[in-house]
């Protein structure tokens, strides 16, 4: 088992910012692909961003050069550092670690987002 737990989120103003950890724990050997999504209220869950135990990254369009993806392994740490924040940004945003092709969760963070 991978337990996930995230920090992080909070209320923010437009153009601000925020960074987000998520630290795994228990059988953290072998984990591969570490990331982000979030989810809007009454929206599906979304890819935010992704980073492979290489370091190789991915980002969704609509927070490229924005957001930025980083990990620990040492640490079994995932970071989301987001930059100019903008409301539709709120949402409730979600560690995930894939182990062995099972998906781990974390119980998620809110961002919050003010105009």
């Known amino acids: 088992q991978v337990r996930l737990v995230e920090s992080g989120g909070g209320l923010v103003q437009a153009g601000g910012s925020l960074r987000l950890s998520c630290t795994a724990s228990g059988m953290t050997f072998s984990i591969g692909v570490m990331g982000w999504y979030r989810q809007a209220p009454g929206k599906q869950r979304e890819l935010v961003a992704t980073i492979t135990s290489g370091g190789n990254t991915n980002y969704e369009d609509a927070v490229k050069g924005r957001f930025t993806i980083s990990r620990d392994n040492a640490k079994n740490t995932v970071y989301l550092q987001m930059n100019s924040l903008k409301p539709e940004d709120t949402a409730v945003y979600y560690c995930?670690?894939?182990?062995?092709?099972?998906?781990?969760w974390g119980q998620g963070t809110q961002v919050t987002v003010s105009y």
């Open positions: 995930n670690a894939v182990k062995w092709g099972y998906d781990y």
